[in-house]
């Protein structure tokens, strides 16, 4: 916002009328607090002076013609001056890119391709920056997963703002959880080296069903014995998804060679 001063050539003059406003802007009383209108007044100081405040509409900026608006002045007898112009140059400042908050999903064990995309009103996005990595996975520029994303590596961005190249998020083995548990944040960088505000990406990774493993073992009897107990502690199985889950155990039917003579 930029405070203007109004004035005439004459110590008698009264007051400011408002004939035109601005074509890309507001125009505010001198405290800012009530926006004005065409015909409104202003009253003028004793110098034959008044006060308004304008600020230019989001993005715009005009250095050569800029905006305007038109007033005129009314002395002590009501005699109205004719109508005068009042031009405000606005000078191009550079507003920096945009990105936004994601959420997506991977399930348990997949890695998923991450494509990062940003905008910018004034110029175009050069590059990406990640400064938080995920606490539960690996972030990558290789599907391998290795090596993993070092923080503040830049990740170019081609003419429509979208990284060259995408990032591989590789879950922790068997890892499953909600998009809070795997967060990183990213940034975009412009052609001028203005960066956005920060946002955060959001990862679910979904459970997926593991089959229970088994330690395959074996246990010595005498020949000939019978009724042989073998209990759940002499089997060794492990279920990765919980290990308090109940099993259900199948007993096959084996059947040995048969004995030598």
């Known amino acids: 916002s930029n405070l203007l001063l109004m004035a005439g050539s004459h110590l ?31 009253a003028a100081d004793p110098q034959g002076a008044a ?26 007898i009501g005699v109205e001056s004719a109508t005068a112009t009042f031009t405000v140059l ?12 994601e959420q997506v999903s991977t399930d348990e064990d997949t890695t998923l391709a991450i494509t990062l995309f940003g905008s910018d009103i004034d110029g175009f996005v050069e590059s990406f920056r990640i400064f938080r990595l995920p606490d539960n996975g690996t972030l990558s520029l290789d599907p391998s997963g290795t090596p993993a994303y070092a923080p503040g590596t830049l990740i170019p961005a081609d003419s429509s703002g979208t990284a060259t190249a995408p990032l591989f998020f590789t879950p922790d083995e068997n890892f499953a959880g909600g998009s809070f548990s795997n967060i990183f944040a990213y940034e975009a960088i412009d052609d001028d080296g203005a960066s956005s505000d920060d946002r955060r990406y959001l990862i679910t990774v979904n459970g997926v069903n593991d089959a229970p493993q088994v330690t395959v073992t074996s246990l010595e009897v005498e020949e000939g ?3 042989v107990t073998i209990t759940t502690a ?7 998804d919980d290990g308090n889950n109940v099993l259900i155990y199948t007993c096959l039917l084996y059947t040995s060679p048969s004995p030598r003579d």
């Open 234 to 240: 002499e089997l060794a199985v492990v279920d990765p």
């Open 90 to 101: 606005v000078n191009d400042i550079n507003d920096g890119p945009s990105v936004t908050e």
């Open 51 to 76: 006060r308004v405040v304008y600020s230019p509409d989001p993005n715009f900026f005009n250095e050569e013609t800029g905006d305007s608006f038109t007033f005129a002045a009314e002395d002590n």
């Open 225 to 227: 014995a019978a009724g």
């Open 12 to 42: 008698a003059i009264q007051q400011y009328r408002l004939v035109s406003l601005p074509g890309n802007g507001t125009l505010m009383v001198e405290d800012g607090s009530t926006a004005l209108a065409v015909d409104d007044t202003l």
